[in-house]
C-alpha cells in the first residue's frame, strides 16, 4: 500500500497568492482528516470528513481556509489569500471507521505532510 | 490550561534506559493515542488505547481512565527511538486533541 500521499511536499508562495494543498487517502479508508503544525500551537484538527462528507470544520482558521472531498480518492486544502501566519506543516491523515478485518478501525496512518511558507 | 498535558517537555536518557514519559488529560474522551514524530517530520500512530495496557515490542502504553492520564514506556532504549512523542485524545468519534509532544534524545 502507498500510504497516505500528500502534494506537494514543499510550497513557497507569497502572500496574497492562492495555495491548494493535495491529499489522497489510504484505499479502502472513509475518514480523511486536515491537520496543520507549528512551533508555537503544535498539531490542530482542521476539519475532517466521513464518507467524502465534511463532519467537523471548527478548526478551520477563519474563511479563507477551505476544503473539499469531491470523491472517496482525493481531497484539497486551500487557502485563498495566503498570510505570512499561514505558514505550518500541513498533514493529512486517513482511517477506517467501521468493522473490518483488514483495517485497524480508527487508527490514523498520516501523510508526510506539505511544508507551506508564505513569504 | 491545555486539555491534553504531557511531561517532560524534553528528556536525554542513555541508551539502555528505562524510558518514561506522561500525559494527562481533563477532557472525557473516546479514546486514547500516542504519535511518533520522527526527526524527518513523518507521524506514525504508536497506540490507540480506552482501558488497561497494550504493549508493541519495547513500548508500552497504559491508561488510568479514572484518574485521567496515561504513559508510554520505552524499555531497552535505543538511538533510534530518538523523536517526539505526542499524546492525543479523541473527543467524540474522531476528533483528536493533542498535546504539545515530548522531544525524547537517546544517546549512544
Known amino acids: 500500500d502507498a500510504g497516505v500521499i500528500q502534494s506537494p511536499r514543499h510550497e513557497v508562495t507569497e502572500m496574497g497568492q492562492e495555495v491548494t494543498l493535495r491529499c489522497k487517502p489510504i484505499s479502502g479508508h472513509n475518514s480523511l482528516f486536515w491537520y496543520r503544525q507549528t512551533m508555537m500551537r503544535g498539531l490542530e484538527l482542521l476539519i475532517y470528513f466521513n464518507n467524502n462528507v465534511p463532519i467537523d470544520d471548527s478548526g478551520m482558521p477563519e474563511d479563507r481556509f477551505s476544503a473539499k472531498m469531491p470523491n472517496a480518492s482525493f481531497s484539497t486544502l486551500k487557502i485563498q489569500p495566503s498570510e505570512p501566519r499561514d505558514s505550518a506543516v500541513y498533514f493529512c491523515?486517513?482511517?477506517?471507521?467501521?468493522?473490518?478485518?483488514?483495517?485497524?478501525?480508527?487508527?490514523?496512518?498520516f501523510g508526510p505532510g506539505t511544508r507551506l511558507t508564505v513569504l | 490550561k491545555n486539555e491534553v498535558e504531557q511531561s517532560p517537555q524534553n528528556l536525554t536518557a542513555q541508551e539502555g534506559e528505562f524510558i518514561t514519559i506522561n500525559c494527562s488529560y481533563s477532557?472525557?474522551?473516546?479514546?486514547l493515542h500516542w504519535l511518533q514524530q520522527h526527526p524527518g517530520g513523518g507521524i506514525v500512530s504508536l497506540f490507540m488505547l480506552s482501558s488497561g495496557k497494550k504493549k508493541h515490542g519495547r513500548l508500552i502504553a497504559t491508561i488510568n481512565i479514572q484518574e485521567k492520564h496515561s504513559s508510554l514506556h520505552i524499555t531497552a532504549s535505543h538511538p533510534r527511538d530518538s523523536a517526539v512523542y505526542i499524546c492525543a485524545v479523541g473527543q467524540g468519534a474522531q476528533k483528536l486533541v493533542f498535546g504539545q509532544g515530548t522531544r525524547l534524545t537517546i544517546n549512544p
Open positions: 491523515a486517513s482511517s477506517f471507521r467501521g468493522v473490518a478485518e483488514t483495517h485497524n478501525t480508527d487508527t490514523q496512518y
Open positions: 477532557v472525557g474522551i473516546s479514546a
